[in-house]
């Protein structure tokens, strides 16, 4: 819809358009994408929607035909050198005052309504000195209501310093959770100085720089636990106009393996891990290249020189999710919460290589749900068949499909009777009209 079209739109029924500015982190496809289903509702409802993003996935938004300005972005190298160390000590003060300023200048040249966020820690800041109101999109683990035992991800330090191979497990629940909370303090001191240079309140810790006026979270209600949330907490559905990718020419191919009993390992582990899957993808293109039984799907980030191509194996910068996923026997991914998300939605049984931050956590709770097979990527950097035994044990071992498809039935049943956009639509109305 055409700028001119929404004012067309909005006159005919009587709305007056208002303007929603969105700042996601574009450096990331997992931290660009979750904000779409809601752009798209905004647009529809004949609204101006502009986003500030100059990443590297920023031309997403561009196809989707969003306004877009630019904006300074942490660089994905160092968002890396800091995240692989379990820390964002990045945010020094700074670099939190050179974004408000870039933030504030673009705030004054577009003039919108309401801002939303998606992964841009400033922007707590930013709006309170802007008096604007700010809805943001977190995913399940940076809240306060996380309900899962898992706390320490596998590449804190913790997990490095201690011969037990995971703290989870052999620690009590007050020290994880101590551990948790302390981490979460000290990454808010930064933000802090710069509060107190602006004499506004401090935060309480670095999981409150992700609440706005309305918070919504990245997750299907039913897929992780959660405590009881507060009135203006939801739940954002994702639809999939939200998806990236076009159709592939070898589609049909790869539908007559299947018919033909060819088990699909499909590997999607995200832009962020680098170091996992070269590992995973090397050790199932030789599995693949020994076992006529097996074809594998991915994207090849960086890697398309490195694999031996053949009849079943299909590489693509791109992976069009929607159309590949149905046919997965096994989803191969890092643990991101879009990606398990899907796979929990669908009904497909997961082998998980967490990298970073939440990604053990979210791994470890479909594990517990029965649909998942965890494998530590230290561990996996010692002995790669560890990935091919855990592919080979979900494929061959029928609970883990059923329990994926009855799990999956079960959030697919709630989904009928849920009202979570519906809830958002009416929460953000006070400042949309």
């Given at each position: 819809m055409t700028y001119l079209s929404q004012q067309t739109y909005c006159l005919h029924r009587g709305l007056s358009m208002k303007t929603v500015l969105f700042f996601p982190y574009t450096n990331q496809l997992g931290s660009t994408i979750p904000s779409v289903t809601l752009a798209n509702q905004l647009r529809e409802a004949g609204h101006r929607v502009v986003y500030a993003?100059?990443?590297k996935y920023t031309h997403v938004l561009e196809q989707k035909g969003f306004e877009v300005k630019p904006i300074n972005e942490i660089s994905y190298a160092q968002y890396r050198r800091h995240v692989d160390r379990n820390?964002?000590?990045?945010?020094?003060?700074?670099?939190?005052?050179?974004?408000?300023?870039?933030?504030?200048n673009l705030i004054d040249a577009v003039k919108p309504d309401l801002i939303v966020t998606n992964n841009r820690p400033t922007m707590k800041i930013t709006t309170q000195l802007a008096q604007l109101p700010m809805a943001?999109?977190?995913?399940?683990?940076?809240?306060?209501?996380?309900?899962?035992?898992?706390f320490i991800p596998e590449n804190h330090f913790l997990n490095t310093l201690y011969p037990f191979g995971d703290v989870n497990k052999v620690t009590p629940a007050w020290f994880r959770r101590t551990a948790f909370l302390l981490t979460m303090k000290q990454w808010a001191i930064p933000f802090n100085k710069v509060l107190r240079s602006f004499k506004l309140p401090a935060i309480q810790d670095f999981l409150s720089v992700y609440e706005g006026d309305v918070t919504l979270i990245n997750q299907t209600k039913g897929l992780m636990p959660f405590r009881d949330l507060p009135a203006n907490w939801f739940f954002l559905e994702q639809?999939?106009?939200?998806?990236?990718?076009?159709?592939?020419?070898?589609?049909?191919?790869?539908?007559?393996?299947?018919?033909?009993?060819?088990?699909?390992?499909?590997?999607?582990?995200?832009?962020?891990?680098?170091?996992?899957y070269p590992l995973v993808m090397k050790a199932i293109a030789r599995l693949v290249d020994e076992n006529p039984n097996y074809a594998l799907v991915s994207s090849y980030v960086g890697m398309e020189n490195t694999i031996h191509r053949h009849a079943r194996i299909f590489l693509e910068?791109?992976?069009h999710?929607?159309?590949?996923?149905?046919l997965a026997d096994v989803m191969v991914t890092h643990g991101g919460v879009n990606t398990l998300s899907e796979c929990m939605l669908q009904g497909i049984p997961v082998v998980g290589v967490p990298e970073q931050g939440e990604q053990l956590w979210n791994l470890k709770y479909a594990e517990h749900q029965g649909t998942a097979r965890v494998v530590s990527r230290f561990q996996l950097e010692k002995n790669p068949q560890l990935i091919l035994d855990a592919i080979q044990e979900v494929i061959a071992n029928p609970g883990f499909q059923q329990k994926a498809r009855s799990?999956?039935?079960?959030?697919?049943?709630?989904?009928?009777?849920?009202?979570?956009?519906?809830?958002?639509?009416?929460?953000?109305?006070?400042w949309l009209g």
């Open positions: 993003s100059q990443g820390n964002v000590d990045f945010y020094a003060p700074a670099l939190i005052h050179h974004f408000i300023d870039q933030e504030r943001t999109i977190v995913i399940p683990a940076l809240t306060r209501y996380y309900n899962h035992h898992y639809s999939m106009k939200s998806t990236h990718g076009t159709s592939h020419s070898w589609l049909d191919a790869l539908k007559a393996l299947k018919n033909n009993g060819c088990k699909i390992i499909y590997v999607s582990m995200g832009s962020s891990s680098l170091k996992s910068p791109f992976i999710a929607p159309e590949i996923m149905p799990f999956a039935e079960d959030i697919r049943h709630q989904r009928k009777n849920d009202l979570s956009n519906r809830l958002i639509e009416a929460a953000l109305s006070q």
